[in-house]
DNA sequence: TAAATTGGCGCC
DNA sequence: AAAGGGCGCCAATTTA
């Protein structure tokens, strides 16, 4: 029993399956069965299981512990495949392919639930507004596999929705397994910044003495918390500053600056991740956050609640691995520009990322003399779209020795400013500019006003989609690494606990940390070839065996 | 009064 | 040193 069969569970626990055929068809009948779980257990040998939504389906197998290697996921596949043809913001649920399908009124997405803390799984209960018939699933798969074959590259495409869905099984595992988390050492950590919480939930002490710091400084009392009455009482002072923004205080030579600063860091960590946050979202030692893969335009992942990816450094003393256990903090080393290599397919840069040692340096060796950090501003220029300052001069630098890496990303950045799309390595698709329009013939975008040549938003957009196809095809190949890692963990007790761009984290048993590093290395080499085919560029990982998180790197 | 926007800063 | 890309979250402020 191999190959892809559909899935779809019913209301009383029980599911409806298919086997699938190649191009998408049912290559049986359908079948009911009692259990869903059990459906899934007695099917060993199913490639791909093709199911609605993976949040809907997958938890209750994972609570099972019954394995799924592969799926497809095809809301997900939806969402890619809209972008790539240029239909992003059409509603993507299954309901609504089926009804695009039947040509009957589309119904909009049902509005994203904001997860709350704590919450067990992400969503046991399908939303209202997502149903679909099976028959509608089978047909809106089918329709999607030969969507798939008139993409741009067909085969990336296909990569791209399995590995798409692939992250939407790892999420699942992130949020199932949960990141360490030492409540009492968190505390700790906020008591030593913060000092005493105030019973009321009023400022803790530290921010208080602060606040009282400022106001002597300024002669009169001043809520650092609010924006425009600190730059009032410069401006009573005699400094103008337009905002308070901390590289312009520090600009700034008056006796406020400094505590004013302290304390907008301190009481960014007490309303963003103080006690409050703890109570909600830690829970029998462990923080579960809702990982949404594919929650940005480019690709990268966002969580729902709990601001998973912007833990600040100080709380990552609180990351510590159970008793016995270790933590392999896994980060890939200048990820970007290593993408940029593959992509642009530049021999010299492709030459120079082909070390697993420092990129920058390599490349400053060939084209810098030697200055690393010239080399590094240059490159990030070419990456975001720099507008001024030393990195657009030696951006220049750059162009004459990498030209072929420095004209893929301007390229992209002309079609931005154009009005036309770009797409990442395996296909996933910039949005549409905000006031474009569509052209009936051939589906391209036109600028709404006449072409006005430059425009500070047209080069907004530039620097948009310059940026999107960097940073968009570094989550390919993350997800492509995400993906193989979990297959290679998944005969070990080791478990994916934390994912953050290009950076990971497998919480596993002491004696496993050796094997899992190689894993981790192995899999990012597997998704450089798998993402970008044969090229010389290789994605070290910088990796740490730590007990705490904050003592990796 | 509730929803949307703004300012600021955390992460990559 | 500052400013380019992508986000989420909070509190305050403005808008509907």
Not at 20 to 33: C, F, H, I, M, T
Not at 127 to 140: D, K, N
Not at 250 to 275: C, M, S
Request: glycine letters at 10%; a neutral charge; hydrophobic letters at 40%.
């Amino acid at each position: 029993m191999t190959g892809r069969w559909a899935l779809a569970p019913l209301d009383d626990g029980g599911a409806l399956l298919a086997p699938l055929a190649a191009d998408g068809s049912a290559a049986g009948p359908v079948v009911r069965e009692p259990d869903l779980v059990a459906s899934v257990r007695a099917r060993p040998g199913v490639a791909r299981w093709v199911w609605r939504s993976t949040p809907e389906v997958y938890p209750r197998l994972l609570a099972a512990r019954v394995p799924v290697e592969r799926c497809y996921d095809v809301e997900a596949a939806e969402q890619l495949l809209l972008g790539h043809e240029g239909r992003l913001g059409e509603p993507r649920s299954a309901a609504a392919a089926w009804a695009r399908l039947r040509k009957a009124p589309v119904p909009p997405d049902p509005p994203a639930r904001s997860a709350e803390p704590g919450s067990q799984s992400s969503l046991f209960e399908p939303r209202a507004g997502s149903e679909v018939p099976f028959e509608g699933l089978l047909a809106v798969y089918a329709e999607q596999q030969r969507r798939h074959g008139l993409a741009e590259h067909p085969g990336r495409m296909r990569l791209l929705t399995a590995a798409e869905s692939a992250g939407m099984l790892v999420a699942e595992d992130l949020h199932a397994a949960g990141l360490p988390w030492r409540a009492d050492i968190h505390r700790e950590v906020l008591r030593e910044l913060l000092g005493e919480r105030y019973a009321g939930g009023g400022e803790p002490r530290r921010l208080a003495e602060l606040a009282d710091e400022v106001s002597e400084a300024f002669g009169h009392r001043v809520r650092p918390d609010l924006p425009a009455d600190v730059v009032r009482a410069f401006a009573r002072a005699g400094v103008r500053v337009t905002s308070t923004r901390r590289w312009e205080l520090e600009k700034v030579d008056h006796p406020a600056v400094e505590p004013l600063v302290q304390y907008k860091k301190l009481y960014r960590i007490w309303t963003a991740n103080g006690w409050t946050w703890l109570q909600d979202w830690v829970r029998e030692g462990r923080f579960r956050p809702e990982y949404q893969p594919g929650g940005t335009v480019t690709g990268r992942w966002t969580t729902n609640g709990g601001g998973a990816l912007q833990i600040p450094r100080v709380l990552r003393r609180a990351v510590v691995a159970d008793e016995g256990w270790r933590l392999v903090v896994a980060d890939a080393a200048q990820m970007e520009p290593r993408v940029l290599a593959a992509i642009s397919r530049d021999p010299g840069f492709m030459e120079a990322s082909g070390h697993p040692g420092d990129l920058y340096a390599a490349l400053s060796d060939r084209a810098f003399a030697g200055d690393r950090a010239q080399a590094k501003l240059a490159v990030l220029g070419a990456i975001y779209g720099q507008t001024s300052g030393d990195g657009l001069k030696n951006l220049a630098a750059l162009r004459r020795r990498f030209p072929l890496a420095v004209s893929y990303v301007d390229e992209a950045a002309r079609a931005g400013e154009e009005g036309r799309l770009v797409r990442t390595w395996l296909g996933r698709t910039s949005p549409r500019a905000l006031g474009a329009v569509e052209d009936d013939e051939a589906g391209i975008p036109q600028e709404e006003e006449a072409p006005q040549g430059s425009t500070p938003s047209s080069r907004a957009r530039g620097r948009f989609t310059r940026n999107f196809v960097v940073q968009g095809s570094a989550a390919d190949w993350a997800l492509l690494m995400l993906a193989t890692l979990r297959g290679a963990t998944s005969g070990m007790r080791a478990e994916l606990v934390f994912f953050q761009h290009d950076e990971v984290i497998v919480h596993c048993p002491r004696e496993e940390a050796d094997a899992v590093v190689a894993a981790v290395q192995a899999a990012a080499d597997t998704a450089g070839t798998a993402a970008f085919g044969q090229t010389p560029v290789r994605f070290p990982f910088t990796t740490a065996v730590v007990e705490r998180y904050s003592d990796a790197k």
